[in-house]
């Protein structure tokens, strides 16, 4: 039996028009859809009638299924010969744990590409008006996952992201994002730095809250998963550059054609693709 292949996909941040014109025409071909919690649904209804969809999501409580078991899952479709598209929120490769699957595939010698996606990081502030970088107001970003201020003994250098880097986006911070801003401040940020929490970012639920680094603690009680957390000063943007209510008023930016009919599924291979 010739031998399957895994496509890591970003699905992007939610919105369904951001998904990669590759990405989609990997899921109209797909016969296996491993996808992630954070996958908007809409999405799986492009994969084919016949295709298996395999739900694999996790919150910071609950997990589907172990990553051990995913990286089997994609192991053994492979080896019985399906395409597999791994879907994964954002981007698989920005804290989607790709890499762990990627290596997986490698040690199991089967044949995977990787198809990035549009990264909740990046797009996720766009849409609440938030420029990550401004010429006047940041030159550098970090990204780090909330988890790591939960841990016992963390990777993460405060001294530096406090001091060195201009906007700092937390993603699945929203339990975490106190005692994130305690350390930034305790590590010599102002404590009036601004602070956004952007509640389904890129979606029809999408919630902002705006504070400071000082008072936005409490603010974290009036949202739920999933949360995206931007501090610094072109957080002061927001409200002049928010655009996304007058898209609502000329039509509903979620319900317009997500796809323009040029993208064939059928459509031959771009150039070369194998990795694995």
Excluded at 110 to 131: D, K, L, N, Q, T
Excluded at 138 to 146: D, E, K, M, Y
Aim: neutral net charge.
């Amino acid at each position: 039996m010739k031998l399957g292949k895994v496509f890591l996909v970003g699905a992007g941040p939610g919105d369904p028009g951001l998904m990669t014109v590759r990405g989609l025409q990997l899921l109209r071909k797909a016969g296996v859809v491993v996808y992630d919690r954070l996958v908007n649904p809409i999405l799986l209804e492009e994969a084919p009638a016949n295709a298996a969809l395999i739900f694999a999501g996790k919150t910071s409580s609950y997990h589907s299924l172990p990553q051990e078991q995913i990286n089997e899952l994609l192991i053994s479709h492979a080896r019985s010969g399906s395409q597999v598209v791994r879907l994964k929120g954002g981007d698989p490769f920005v804290f989607g744990r790709g890499g762990e699957e990627a290596e997986a595939l490698r040690a199991a010698g089967i044949p995977f590409e990787v198809v990035p996606g549009v990264s909740s990081a990046v797009a996720v502030p766009a849409y609440a008006g938030i420029p990550l970088t401004h010429r006047k107001l940041s030159s550098s970003f970090a990204v780090i996952t909330g988890h790591e201020a939960c841990k016992a003994k963390v990777s993460v250098d405060w001294g530096l992201l406090a001091k060195s880097v201009d906007t700092l986006v937390v993603l699945m911070g929203l339990k975490s994002l106190p005692s994130i801003a305690a350390k930034l401040i305790e590590h010599g940020r102002p404590a009036e730095t601004p602070v956004a929490l952007i509640r389904s970012g890129t979606t029809e639920e999408q919630q902002v809250i705006i504070g400071t680094l000082a008072d936005i603690g409490p603010q974290c009680a009036k949202l739920r998963p999933p949360v995206l957390a931007v501090v610094g000063e072109v957080v002061k943007l927001s409200e002049s550059l928010q655009w996304l209510s007058s898209s609502y008023a000329s039509g509903n930016l979620f319900q317009e054609i997500l796809w323009p009919a040029s993208v064939n599924p059928s459509a031959p291979e771009l150039g070369p693709r194998s990795i694995g």
